[in-house]
């Protein structure tokens, strides 16, 4: 059995203005202890900003921000049991790293050997053991980055906000500091908090997401959920790549949801597939280009199949993509497919069968 975690941060009905604008509108969630949690959404959505609401560096118009159980209204920045790393690595360049570390702790009065202690510790925690003499404005990018970690754990806060820290480090450096972050926050068992707007990034490091667009959380979820049941065609686009056909409800009951759906005929949903509100816009089926395949010569009949046109093939080494026409649609469907030594690369303009599944489509309405 699993036994759910306490509530570390709670976001009770939310709301700030700037001015006239209103750049968080009505945010409730809770953030468990313990937890990897992302907010993610693009420029402008207000996560930042929400995330500054934990912080205490910006105060809130309305609502309630809840930390450990306790209001934080009037409680200010340094009184609460966070800590924040940010994207620029607000390190002290003409300090070493050690000294660097230990500048939250310099006004606790502690032994010098005991805050020797407690440096070497968290320098050790992100990998940077036996660095703390180095001169700070002689490292890395990413080296900075551990610097500014190490320098928020040595405070040993309960909530760990973290906004785009990764934002500033090349591709490499970046995949690999998430890793890093994961197996910390793991060894740590500490809140995180992550501000991200890349979708990969919060899917790779997250227990769970929050999606926001507009300064409103769209859809609050595991990453595995996000992905496979988005609840509307806003959030699937965000996260990775979805194709649509239009489709028409022919009926609804218990055992589920009977569609027509373009290209692909009549198909029956479970009630998990149809996972957001209903708009009144009419319906779409949604699916991934990877629950897709096209079926090669000789290959046997799929339970779903489809026939449809190539009209174009983009090849990335260990995977090719395939805009397929599917006969009856209006628009390509995305297929991609994992490349296996000595299969044919079709061309364009070939017939295929197309093979997917029923249980792979999510339904907005
Ligand atoms: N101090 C401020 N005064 C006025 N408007 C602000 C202020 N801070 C943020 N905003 C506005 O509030 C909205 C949300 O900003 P926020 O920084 O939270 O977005 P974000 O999702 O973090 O975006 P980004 O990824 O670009 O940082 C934006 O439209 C922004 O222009």
């Not at 197996?183 to 929050?210: C, P, Y």
Request: charged share 25%; aromatic share 8%; net charge neutral.
């Amino acid at each position: 059995m699993t036994v759910e975690k306490p509530t570390m941060i709670e976001f009770r009905d939310v709301h700030k203005y700037y001015g006239d604008y209103h750049a968080l509108r009505g945010i409730t969630a809770k953030i468990r202890a313990g937890e990897f949690f992302s907010l993610l959404g693009p420029s402008g959505c207000g996560k930042t900003t929400l995330l500054r609401t934990i912080a205490g560096f910006e105060g809130i118009s309305s609502g309630a921000v809840m930390i450990d159980g306790k209001h934080m209204e009037g409680v200010p920045a340094n009184k609460r049991p966070t800590n924040m790393v940010f994207q620029s690595y607000a390190i002290f360049p003409h300090l070493t790293v050690a000294q660097n570390v230990g500048f939250g702790l310099r006004r606790a009065n502690l032994a010098k050997d005991e805050l020797a202690r407690r440096v070497g510790e968290a320098l050790e925690m992100v990998g940077l053991k036996g660095y703390g003499a180095r001169a700070a404005h002689a490292l890395s990018g990413g080296q900075r980055q551990r610097v500014a970690l190490a320098r928020a754990l040595i405070l040993k806060p309960k909530v760990l906000l973290l906004d785009e820290p990764l934002s500033a480090l090349d591709k490499k450096m970046r995949e690999q500091m998430q890793v890093e972050l994961i197996k910390l926050q793991r060894q740590v068992g500490i809140t995180f908090i992550l501000v991200t707007h890349d979708q990969e990034e919060a899917l790779v490091m997250s227990d769970r997401i929050a999606v926001m667009f507009e300064g409103e959380i769209a859809q609050l979820a595991d990453p595995e959920t996000l992905y496979r049941r988005p609840n509307s065609k806003k959030v699937a686009d965000f996260i990775g790549t979805m194709n649509f056909l239009p489709a028409e409800i022919l009926s609804e009951g218990p055992g589920g949801i009977e569609i027509e759906a373009q290209g692909l005929g009549r198909v029956t949903l479970a009630p998990d597939q149809a996972p957001g509100a209903a708009s009144g816009q009419g319906a779409t089926v949604g699916f991934r280009p990877e629950t897709l395949t096209i079926l090669f010569e000789g290959q046997p009949t799929a339970e779903r199949e489809s026939m449809g046109t190539i009209e174009e093939v983009v090849y990335y080494g260990d995977m090719t993509y395939y805009d397929v026409r599917l006969d009856g649609t209006a628009s390509p469907t995305r297929i991609s497919m994992r490349n296996v030594f000595g299969r044919p690369v079709l061309d364009i303009g070939a017939r295929a069968r197309i093979a997917w599944s029923a249980g792979a489509l999510v339904l907005f309405r």
